[in-house]
T-cell receptor, first 115, second 115 residues
Framework: DGGITQSPKYLFRKEGQNVTLSCEQNLNHDAMYWYRQDPGQGLRLIYYSQIVNDFQKGDIAEGYSVSREKKESFPLTVTSAQKNPTAFYLC??????????????FGEGSWLTVV | AQSVTQLDSQVPVFEEAPVELRCNYSSSVSVYLFWYVQYPNQGLQLLLKYLSGSTLVKGINGFEAEFNKSQTSFHLRKPSVHISDTAEYFCAVSGAGGGADGLTFGKGTHLIIQP
């Protein structure tokens, strides 16, 4: 079945460590996104990408980095510079031009906890 | 800049009763509007969206929403709710035709169905 796969589902990070969240889609979508969700805060955009080898910062990009070397993959690295990384992270994708009204499809999410 | 306000953080409703989840938005341009549903520990799923045309939009699971430009609202309704509708509901807005503001989410409304 077509969809978006995020891994791992649960991840624990020690202070000062970088961690990478994986996101793979087999929907052949051009656009991909990373959102962060905190309780009572809704979703906030971290990074987005329209095509391979191109990505843009969202509203809360500080302390995060991404790459888009392949159309189907958009991994997110949470660096030690991110002061409060504990959150639920959602990867998403959509057809065509970014934020153009096309439906955005979401993965199942990854929980990151700092210990 | 655009913004979304979901007026209720929680809405308790008895099973088989009607429900309305309220959403107001602010934008200086024409908009696209969306409602997403999130079940516990899962990603978001699109319920319905308004791009243009008829202001009454029908979605999945018996939900519908009405776009009211003069009141800048996009309230979600269902005539008779079921236990399985218990979830978090998010309203979202984007500028029509894309734009730097991207897709902005409200903080969510937790729909609680009581037997």
């Amino acid at each position: 079945d077509g969809g978006i796969t995020q891994s791992p589902k649960y991840l624990f990070r020690k202070e000062g460590q970088n961690v990478t969240l994986s996101c793979e889609q087999n929907l052949n979508h051009d656009a991909m996104y990373w959102y962060r969700q905190d309780p009572g805060q809704g979703l906030r955009l971290i990074y987005y990408s329209q095509i391979v080898n191109d990505f843009q910062k969202g509203d809360i990009a500080e302390g995060y980095s991404v790459s888009r070397e392949k159309k189907e993959s958009f991994p997110l690295t949470v660096t030690s510079a991110q002061k409060n990384p504990t959150a639920f992270y959602l990867c998403a994708s959509s057809e065509g031009r970014i934020f153009s009204g096309n439906t955005i499809y979401f993965g199942e999410g990854s929980w990151l906890t700092v210990v | 800049a655009q913004s979304v306000t979901q007026l209720d953080s929680q809405v308790p409703v008895f099973e088989e009763a009607p429900v309305e989840l309220r959403c107001n938005y602010s934008s200086s341009v024409s908009v696209y509007l969306f409602w997403y549903v999130q079940y516990p520990n899962q990603g978001l799923q699109l319920l319905l969206k308004y791009l243009s045309g008829s202001t009454l939009v029908k979605g999945i699971n018996g939900f519908e929403a009405e776009f009211n430009k003069s009141q800048t609202s996009f309230h979600l309704r269902k005539p008779s709710v079921h236990i399985s509708d218990t979830a978090e509901y998010f309203c979202a807005v984007s500028g029509a035709g894309g734009g730097a503001d991207g897709l902005t989410f409200g903080k969510g409304t937790h729909l609680i169905i009581q037997p």
